[in-house]
């Protein structure tokens, strides 16, 4: 296939699961797939278990390090549920269908059910081999086997035990297992959207469009399933792995928590209510669920989250699921220590704050050397790290930072700030720490040199500390790179494309990518153009095991001609003769591949598009070479609204590709929340859509493009609808067809807005076309730099919060607005949101300083004191999580006494603070 066909292939629409199978990294059920099985060794040895050996060296001796589904092998081992012959897997065998009922049985933990009593169930004809009887039989009454369908009479005609376990029968076998029998049967008539659909058996089609809906499998390249190809033990092994994560079992040997300490060989594991000590050894395997392959126990850092899979205290596979250390780091002025009390003291500007340490703590100096706590002197910086994750935030660490270091280290980069200059480090110990470069600063990665914006935060370093400044600092392993060259060829797991000096390069998918193009709102694999002559020049975005996580077009040779006017289409040739913008008449071809658009009602095919290409017809079109890639019929205009002219009634709509649109007054104009307009109604420079007549020369609609932040009046979830109010009133969106997406783009549920919530909607016309949530962040003010543009505020739940408001801040306070942001005080109360123009707009909350009086529980409000006998405002309702306190120590509201002296905040007349004076 030609690099221009392979383009055309990838350009015509795929269904949903195809696109799926083009960017999916690793093919399951495929040769670097997923499945697994077993063999029942010789003898009465079937409860035998070859324990995974060295890490790196493989459960299995026939298993290599490095090989694509060690991992899931050796977790499977851990877990008993596949077994060896003579220390093999004999990963490439083929699997068997009694096998592999065996295997599912493991994994269901049903295997120690199976009675061999019940052997004679099985009648005759339905051919097992007598160890597989019983989990045969059981199987069956359990339902992962089909009764009709395994003992059809048609089905027996071969050995129904030691056939082949297919494809497709493996994905029937797992569903069943995961108890979704009954979703296999809903859509068991839906197509798979494979190109072999029709060699599907009877019957199973819903189970593999199951398999499919939930990631458990996707196919083979070229678009095909492959129903009736054999499973391998190594493919049925990562196949079960994966599906662990849809299976209620339980496996007794199977802990999940965190690392509290990694010490002489063992591993602490903190699961809840208690520790658990595992002895680590050279045949424990170290495994994240994030990668496939191996890592080491140097990765595994304390206080981060693990998954532990052992026997009688020996862990055999360790599995990092969250990398990141479940602690906090709280940096302040050192005021004093009482040893006997186990209690230390800092001191800012609200008071002295208490924190309790018990003997387990550790008290180091900048270098990490451990001091005596009592040698910390008054005013020293130091940085208090508790853990987060028992509920009693125990101090694990203080560390003096205000010292002299000299060193040389490794640890991951965290973060950088290029207007401060600073690098945040977390050491090997976990402990972070942060440093100014020197000017003369030295930052490398594979010997080639890096601007400090070129440091990515997550990358494995080696850095060199000299009285406090960085003087070096070495990416060891990159989280993240790019490369560029023309795409000449994607497929299913790789990407080929051929780099500036000319040499082909060929980097393997990541199991997500992301595809980026310029004016492509959510452009697919499909829009890439691959070909060794016009393919895109894209960026490939590679992660620290060098898979592509995007693709990013810089440049194309697709040439996209607008409103080009219809010379002559000649039928029989197929050739379309146009006249561009420049009045230069150019030539096209069309073809079976050419895509049809047309805004005005039917798409037209190659066949019928003859009567649409009139003499004059205005057309969009895409074309490679002489190629005509897409051809649409102009039914609007996008751009901007550059003039009114109301003598002679018509408006100038400069549309996005630069031209000048003259076009008399619409009858019917749009603006969101708005009604009875005109075009005079519009602001000059608004983006527009001009909806055309089929004749082209008029408009039927002007529709303005909007984005506001609104108030929420109300949230009907189950009616898929919200109210929004605007300053004409409450207007309702049913949003079913309508995007929701969070801050960060991620999509969320109607469920997930309430009633006084903001959200940003944006919307052509008076149609809503996407719905945001504003996140809000509401507390202490505890930093204002107003040269920088940066604020900081401590939350409710004590997280610190940055923001920078790029020089457009919005000071709201009762009294007024303020756009400087040094008009804001440290220690002020606040909510921030960022506007829908991007505009930081802080809020400062409301407080009162009252005496208490006492507390309705009834009501959830207290009573406080009267300023005079006019007072009629004295009864303030309380948020169900408001924070009361003394410093920095947690008060509850029954702790309060008559005539304490309190500072009470509110948001929206609700009380959400109140400081113990």
């Given at each position: 296939?030609?690099?221009l066909?392979?383009?055309?292939?990838?350009?015509r629409?795929?269904?949903?699961k195809?696109?799926?199978i083009l960017?999916?990294?690793?093919i399951?059920?495929?040769?670097?797939?997923?499945?697994?099985a077993?063999?029942?060794?010789?003898?009465?040895?079937?409860?035998a278990v070859?324990?995974?050996s060295?890490?790196?060296?493989?459960?299995f001796?026939?298993?290599?390090s490095?090989?694509?589904?060690e991992k899931?092998i050796y977790?499977?081992a851990?877990?008993e549920?596949?077994i060896?012959?003579?220390?093999k897997?004999?990963?490439?065998?083929p699997?068997?269908?009694q096998?592999?009922?065996?295997?599912?049985?493991?994994?269901?933990?049903?295997d120690d059910q199976a009675?061999?009593?019940?052997?004679t169930?099985l009648?005759?004809g339905?051919?097992v081999?007598?160890?597989?009887k019983?989990?045969?039989?059981l199987?069956?009454?359990?339902?992962?086997l089909?009764?009709t369908?395994?003992?059809?009479?048609?089905?027996?005609?071969?050995?129904?035990?030691?056939?082949k376990?297919?494809?497709?029968?493996?994905?029937?076998?797992?569903?069943?297992?995961l108890?979704k029998?009954?979703d296999?049967?809903?859509?068991?008539?839906e197509p798979?959207?494979?190109?072999?659909?029709?060699k599907?058996?009877?019957?199973?089609?819903?189970y593999?469009?199951?398999?499919?809906?939930?990631?458990l499998?996707?196919?083979?390249?070229?678009?095909?399933?492959n129903p009736?190809?054999?499973?391998t033990?190594?493919?049925?092994?990562?196949?079960?792995?994966?599906?662990e994560?849809?299976?209620?079992?339980?496996?007794?040997?199977?802990?999940?928590?965190i690392?509290t300490e990694?010490?002489e060989?063992k591993?602490?594991l903190?699961s809840?209510?208690?520790?658990s000590?595992?002895?680590?050894?050279?045949?424990t395997?170290?495994?994240?669920?994030a990668?496939?392959?191996a890592?080491?126990?140097n990765n595994?850092?304390?206080y981060t989250?693990?998954?532990?899979?052992?026997?009688?205290?020996?862990?055999?596979y360790?599995?990092?699921?969250d990398?990141?250390?479940?602690?906090?780091?709280?940096?302040g002025?050192?005021?004093?220590?009482?040893?006997s009390?186990?209690?230390l003291?800092?001191?800012?500007?609200d008071?002295?704050?208490?924190?309790?340490?018990?003997?387990?703590?550790s008290f180091?100096d900048a270098g990490g050397s451990?001091?005596?706590?009592?040698?910390?002197?008054e005013d020293?910086?130091?940085?208090?790290?508790?853990?987060?994750f028992?509920g009693q935030?125990?101090?694990?660490?203080?560390?003096?930072?205000?010292?002299?270091?000299?060193?040389?280290?490794?640890?991951?980069?965290?973060?950088?700030?290029?207007?401060a200059?600073t690098?945040t480090?977390?050491?090997?110990?976990?402990?972070e720490e942060?440093?100014?470069w020197?000017?003369s600063?030295?930052?490398?990665y594979?010997?080639a040199?890096?601007?400090?914006s070129?440091?990515?935060?997550g990358?494995?370093v080696?850095?060199?500390i000299?009285?406090?400044?960085?003087?070096s600092?070495?990416v060891t392993q990159?989280?993240e790179?790019?490369?560029?060259g023309?795409l000449?060829?994607?497929?299913?797991s790789?990407?080929?494309?051929?780099?500036a000096?000319?040499?082909r390069?060929?980097?393997?998918?990541?199991?997500s990518t992301a595809?980026?193009?310029?004016g492509y709102?959510?452009p697919?694999s499909s829009d890439l153009i691959?070909?060794?002559?016009?393919?895109?020049?894209v960026?490939?975005?590679?992660?620290g095991?060098?898979?592509?996580?995007k693709?990013?077009v810089?440049?194309?040779?697709?040439e996209?001609?607008?409103?080009t006017?219809?010379?002559?289409?000649?039928?029989?040739t197929?050739l379309l003769?146009?006249?561009?913008?420049d009045?230069?008449?150019?030539?096209?071809?069309?073809?079976?591949?050419?895509?049809?658009?047309n805004g005005?009602?039917?798409?037209?095919?190659?066949n019928?598009?003859?009567?649409?290409?009139?003499?004059?017809?205005?057309l969009?079109i895409?074309?490679?070479?002489?190629?005509?890639?897409s051809l649409?019929i102009?039914?609007?205009?996008?751009?901007?609204?550059?003039?009114?002219?109301t003598?002679t009634?018509?408006l100038?709509?400069?549309?996005t590709?630069g031209?000048s649109?003259?076009?008399?007054?619409?009858p019917i104009?749009?603006?969101?929340?708005?009604?009875g307009?005109?075009?005079?109604?519009v602001?000059?420079?608004?983006a527009?859509?001009?909806?055309?007549?089929?004749?082209?020369?008029?408009?039927?609609?002007l529709k303005?493009?909007?984005?506001?932040?609104?108030?929420l009046?109300?949230?009907?979830a189950?009616?898929?609808?919200l109210g929004?109010?605007?300053?004409?009133g409450?207007?309702?969106?049913?949003?079913?067809?309508?995007?929701?997406?969070?801050?960060?783009?991620?999509?969320?549920?109607l469920?997930?807005?309430k009633?006084?919530?903001?959200?940003?909607?944006?919307?052509?016309?008076?149609?809503?076309?996407?719905i945001?949530?504003?996140?809000?962040?509401?507390?202490?003010?505890t930093?204002i730099?107003?040269?920088a543009?940066?604020?900081?505020?401590?939350?409710?739940?004590?997280?610190?919060?940055a923001?920078?408001?790029g020089?457009?801040?919005?000071?709201?306070?009762?009294?007024g607005?303020s756009a400087?942001?040094?008009?804001?005080?440290?220690s002020?109360?606040a909510?921030?949101r960022?506007?829908?123009?991007?505009?930081t707009?802080v809020?400062?909350?409301?407080?009162?300083?009252?005496?208490?009086?006492s507390?309705d529980?009834?009501?959830?409000?207290?009573?406080?004191?009267?300023?005079?006998v006019?007072?009629?405002?004295?009864?303030f309702?309380?948020s169900?999580?408001?924070?009361?306190?003394?410093g920095?120590?947690?008060?509850?509201?029954?702790s309060?006494?008559e005539?304490?002296?309190?500072a009470?905040?509110?948001?929206?007349?609700?009380v959400?603070?109140i400081?113990?004076?």
């Amino acid at each position: 296939m030609s690099g221009l066909n392979k383009y055309n292939y990838y350009y015509r629409g795929y269904t949903k699961k195809a696109i799926s199978i083009l960017l999916t990294g690793a093919i399951a059920f495929g040769a670097a797939g997923t499945v697994l099985a077993d063999r029942a060794p010789a003898g009465n040895t079937a409860g035998a278990v070859s324990a995974p050996s060295a890490a790196g060296t493989g459960a299995f001796s026939d298993v290599t390090s490095g090989f694509w589904a060690e991992k899931h092998i050796y977790k499977l081992a851990a877990q008993e549920i596949i077994i060896g012959n003579n220390g093999k897997f004999r990963p490439g065998d083929p699997v068997t269908q009694q096998e592999a009922v065996l295997m599912a049985l493991r994994f269901m933990k049903l295997d120690d059910q199976a009675s061999s009593g019940t052997a004679t169930a099985l009648p005759a004809g339905f051919d097992v081999s007598n160890y597989y009887k019983p989990y045969v039989v059981l199987a069956f009454q359990r339902n992962v086997l089909d009764k009709t369908t395994e003992m059809a009479v048609d089905n027996l005609k071969t050995s129904w035990g030691t056939r082949k376990a297919t494809r497709e029968w493996i994905a029937e076998l797992l569903i069943r297992a995961l108890g979704k029998t009954s979703d296999a049967q809903a859509v068991a008539s839906e197509p798979s959207g494979f190109a072999d659909d029709t060699k599907i058996s009877e019957g199973k089609r819903g189970y593999i469009n199951v398999a499919i809906d939930l990631g458990l499998t996707n196919g083979l390249s070229g678009n095909i399933f492959n129903p009736k190809g054999e499973v391998t033990r190594a493919q049925l092994a990562t196949f079960l792995s994966r599906a662990e994560v849809h299976s209620a079992a339980v496996y007794n040997n199977t802990s999940s928590g965190i690392v509290t300490e990694v010490k002489e060989g063992k591993m602490t594991l903190y699961s809840g209510a208690s520790n658990s000590v595992y002895s680590l050894n050279s045949g424990t395997a170290y495994f994240s669920s994030a990668a496939e392959t191996a890592i080491s126990l140097n990765n595994i850092q304390p206080y981060t989250k693990v998954t532990v899979i052992g026997k009688n205290g020996a862990a055999a596979y360790v599995e990092l699921t969250d990398p990141k250390p479940q602690v906090e780091t709280i940096q302040g002025t050192f005021a004093r220590l009482s040893v006997s009390s186990n209690k230390l003291w800092l001191k800012n500007a609200d008071g002295y704050p208490e924190y309790a340490f018990d003997n387990a703590t550790s008290f180091v100096d900048a270098g990490g050397s451990a001091i005596a706590a009592s040698s910390i002197s008054e005013d020293s910086i130091v940085a208090i790290t508790r853990e987060t994750f028992t509920g009693q935030n125990k101090i694990l660490k203080v560390q003096v930072t205000s010292g002299v270091v000299n060193k040389t280290t490794s640890g991951t980069l965290k973060s950088i700030d290029l207007t401060a200059k600073t690098i945040t480090f977390t050491n090997a110990t976990g402990t972070e720490e942060t440093f100014k470069w020197a000017d003369s600063a030295l930052f490398s990665y594979q010997k080639a040199i890096l601007l400090p914006s070129e440091l990515k935060a997550g990358s494995a370093v080696n850095y060199k500390i000299v009285n406090n400044l960085i003087v070096s600092v070495e990416v060891t392993q990159a989280v993240e790179r790019t490369v560029q060259g023309m795409l000449t060829d994607l497929n299913g797991s790789s990407v080929v494309y051929k780099k500036a000096d000319g040499t082909r390069g060929v980097q393997l998918l990541a199991s997500s990518t992301a595809i980026v193009i310029p004016g492509y709102a959510k452009p697919a694999s499909s829009d890439l153009i691959a070909d060794a002559t016009y393919g895109d020049t894209v960026e490939l975005t590679l992660n620290g095991s060098d898979q592509v996580t995007k693709i990013a077009v810089v440049s194309r040779k697709l040439e996209q001609l607008f409103g080009t006017s219809v010379v002559s289409y000649n039928f029989k040739t197929k050739l379309l003769t146009v006249m561009d913008s420049d009045n230069q008449a150019r030539v096209y071809q069309l073809d079976e591949n050419t895509k049809f658009i047309n805004g005005f009602g039917n798409v037209p095919t190659l066949n019928n598009i003859a009567s649409m290409l009139t003499e004059n017809q205005k057309l969009n079109i895409s074309v490679l070479g002489q190629r005509t890639l897409s051809l649409e019929i102009v039914s609007k205009y996008e751009g901007t609204l550059a003039s009114v002219n109301t003598a002679t009634r018509t408006l100038v709509l400069k549309t996005t590709d630069g031209r000048s649109m003259i076009l008399p007054y619409p009858p019917i104009v749009e603006i969101f929340g708005r009604t009875g307009l005109s075009i005079t109604d519009v602001t000059v420079g608004s983006a527009v859509t001009g909806f055309l007549t089929p004749s082209q020369d008029s408009l039927t609609s002007l529709k303005v493009k909007t984005s506001q932040q609104l108030e929420l009046a109300y949230v009907d979830a189950a009616n898929n609808k919200l109210g929004v109010k605007t300053s004409g009133g409450n207007i309702d969106i049913y949003t079913l067809a309508i995007p929701l997406t969070d801050e960060a783009g991620q999509t969320i549920k109607l469920s997930d807005l309430k009633a006084g919530n903001y959200v940003n909607v944006s919307a052509l016309g008076s149609s809503p076309t996407s719905i945001q949530s504003v996140k809000l962040t509401a507390g202490q003010v505890t930093a204002i730099d107003a040269a920088a543009g940066t604020l900081s505020v401590k939350d409710y739940s004590g997280a610190v919060q940055a923001f920078g408001t790029g020089g457009s801040v919005k000071i709201v306070r009762d009294n007024g607005t303020s756009a400087a942001l040094g008009s804001l005080s440290v220690s002020e109360r606040a909510e921030v949101r960022k506007d829908a123009d991007g505009t930081t707009i802080v809020r400062v909350l409301p407080v009162q300083n009252r005496y208490f009086s006492s507390y309705d529980a009834a009501a959830g409000r207290i009573v406080v004191k009267r300023d005079n006998v006019n007072d009629e405002n004295y009864r303030f309702i309380l948020s169900p999580n408001v924070y009361i306190h003394q410093g920095d120590t947690t008060l509850s509201v029954q702790s309060l006494k008559e005539n304490d002296k309190i500072a009470v905040y509110f948001n929206n007349n609700v009380v959400v603070e109140i400081v113990k004076q």
